[in-house]
């Protein structure tokens, strides 16, 4: 069994930053893809930003040249820094990862959940 739990989400006015973690734990052979999801009030859960084990990134539009996605492996960490925060950014983020706990097989893991909010 695989635990992802986030942290790091909260209050913030327009135009600050907040920092979002997610550590896997558990049974874990290797993590593959690692991700950053959120989702509005009556809105469907949109990809925000995920990276790769390698460090390839992928950024949703409204995420470019705000927001940072990075890993430690070392960990089974995955951090979202958002900057230039505006209230269209207040969501529940979560985290999403592909996880093996054999070698070649692959389930995704969802954590529970972290509210932002941007107050303008």
């Known amino acids: 069994q695989v635990q992802l739990v986030e942290s790091g989400g909260g209050l913030a006015q327009a135009g600050g930053s907040l920092r979002l973690s997610c550590a896997a734990s558990?049974?874990?052979?290797?993590?593959?893809?690692m991700g950053w999801y959120r989702q509005a009030p009556g809105g469907q859960r949109e990809l925000v930003a995920d990276?790769?084990?390698?460090?390839?990134?992928n950024y949703a539009d409204s995420a470019k040249g705000r927001f940072t996605i990075s890993r430690d492996n070392a960990k089974n960490t995955v951090y979202l820094q958002m900057n230039s925060l505006n209230p269209e950014d207040t969501a529940v983020y979560y985290c999403?990862?592909?996880?093996?706990?054999?070698?070649?097989?692959?389930?995704?893991?969802w954590g529970q959940g972290t509210q932002v909010t941007v107050s303008s």
């Open positions: 558990g049974i874990i052979f290797s993590i593959a893809d």
């Open positions: 990276i790769s084990r390698g460090d390839s990134t």
């Open positions: 999403r990862a592909r996880v093996s706990y054999v070698p070649d097989k692959y389930a995704y893991y």
